[in-house]
Every structure is written in C-alpha cells, then in structure tokens.
C-alpha cells in the first residue's frame, strides 16, 4: 500500500512559478512509476508527466513541454512538479500517481493522492 499526500500548491500570477510535491509512504518508491495529472473545472482529469523509477525516463503532456518539470528523491520518497511560466489554462486540481507500469493511462497508476490546487490569475 502507498499513500500519496501533495501540497505547495496555490495562486500566482500568469508567467510565475510554483512547485508541487507529493510524498510517499511505503519502503518500495523508488520501484513505482510516478505520475502527476491534472482537472481542471468541467473538465477530465488529463496526464501531465511521469517518471519511472530510476528518473531515466520522463514524459509530458505537449503542452507542458519545455514549461514543466518532473524530478524525484527516491531517498526522499518524493516526486515533485517545477511548472515555470504558467498560464491561466494551467489552472486545475494537481493530483500524483504511482504505479508499476509506464504510461500515460490512468487506469495503470494503482495510488493516487488527494489533489491539491494550483490557480494561475491572469
């Protein structure tokens, strides 16, 4: 079993920064798969980035690319998400996911954490 708790998210402005962590319980992080996907308002929850194990491999959503960053301290038992010069449509629920597989699905990601609020004000 894993538990996934996220935090720092909040309000900035259009072109700021913010960044988002989500730490794990559990002995075995550094073998999960991670993930972050976001909701915004009336929409789908949507896949944002991932990052296996080893931080070997990362992937994003195209339109993040280049903006945002995925990175984990398995030490720390923690992924985090750096997001630089958001924007107003970057608003959503930000929520972390860990799972044994590679994927950007996300019926693959077995844990997932409570969610927590970002907002970019124009």
């Known amino acids: 079993q894993v538990q996934l708790v996220e935090s720092g998210g909040g309000l900035v402005q259009a072109g700021g920064s913010l960044r988002v962590s989500c730490a794990a319980s559990?002995?075995?992080?550094?073998?999960?798969?991670m993930g972050w996907f976001r909701q915004a308002p009336g929409k789908e929850r949507e896949f944002v980035a991932s990052?296996?194990?080893?931080?070997?491999?990362?992937d994003y959503t195209d339109s993040v690319k280049g903006r945002f960053t995925i990175s984990r301290d398995n030490a720390k038992n923690t992924v985090y998400l750096q997001m630089n010069s958001l924007k107003p449509e970057d608003t959503a629920v930000y929520y972390c996911?860990?799972?044994?597989?590679?994927?950007?699905?996300?019926?693959?990601?077995?844990?997932w954490g409570q969610g927590t609020q970002v907002t970019v004000s124009s």
């Open positions: 990052i296996t194990g080893s931080s070997t491999i990362t």
């Open positions: 996911a860990a799972g044994r597989a590679w994927g950007r699905i996300q019926f693959i990601y077995d844990y």
């Open positions: 559990g002995r075995t992080f550094s073998s999960y798969t």
